[in-house]
T-cell receptor
């Protein structure tokens, strides 16, 4: 069964450093998402991406964040200068073309720890 | 404004008991979609069900059942004869059909279910 994959599973970084979180969505999917979950809290929407551009972003997704689909398979989230409060689990999700009725499938997440 | 409320923060039951997880949502859209996801201790988010606003039929899948009531804006989830493996955090989520069709999910706070042997 196709699945969303994410690397690394755990990333530890120093405050102020840049990190890139990587995702490989399900191959025939066209909509891509990043969500984050601070420990013990709810899952929060960060950004959606379709047709090589951001289609919506939340207030959390400020200038420190960027997304890219550098090739036909990867979807990345970059945090330019990490802060302590960026420590969280970051989930990538994808869904196929077919309108909002289609289900988003999530990757296993990357746990980001900022020291 | 869209919002999902899961008022139960934690529920603890003994194995084989039935348990219902509540979800109440707010939306101005007439077309929307409701979801339940399970997050086991390992951390991943596992899709359980999707429901659209035009389909109020209840659904049963094995020990799981869902009750969707538009009149009360609720989409409750019942586990029958709970098992220890059901222990997880359960999230209810809402997606609105808007002009941008981004399909973003708005999650509730989650309900932690602990099933004791």
């Amino acid at each position: 069964e196709p699945e969303v994959t994410q690397t690394p599973s755990h990333q530890v970084t120093q405050m102020g450093q840049e990190v890139i979180l990587r995702c490989v969505p399900i191959s025939n999917h066209l909509y891509f998402y990043w969500y984050r979950q601070i420990l013990g809290q709810k899952v929060e929407f960060l950004v959606s991406f379709y047709n090589n551009e951001i289609s919506e972003k939340s207030e959390i997704f400020d200038d420190q964040f960027s997304v890219e689909r550098p090739d036909g398979s990867n979807f990345t989230l970059k945090i330019r200068s990490t802060k302590l409060e960026d420590s969280a689990m970051y989930f990538c999700a994808s869904r196929s073309l077919g309108g909002v009725t289609d289900t988003q499938y999530f990757g296993p997440g990357t746990r980001l720890t900022v020291l | 404004a869209q919002k999902v409320t899961q008022a139960q923060t934690e529920i603890s039951v003994v194995e084989k008991e039935d348990v219902t997880l509540d979800c109440v949502y707010e939306t101005r859209d007439t077309t929307y979609y409701l979801f339940w996801y399970k997050q086991p201790p390992s951390g991943e988010l596992v899709f359980l069900i999707r429901r659209n606003s035009f389909d109020e039929q209840n659904e049963i899948s094995g020990r799981y059942s869902w009750n969707f009531q538009k009149s009360t804006s609720s989409f409750n989830f019942t586990i029958t004869a709970s098992q220890v493996v059901d222990s997880a955090v359960y999230f209810c989520a809402l997606s609105e059909e808007n002009a941008r069709d981004t399909g973003k999910l708005i999650f509730g706070q989650g309900t932690t279910l602990q099933v004791k042997p």
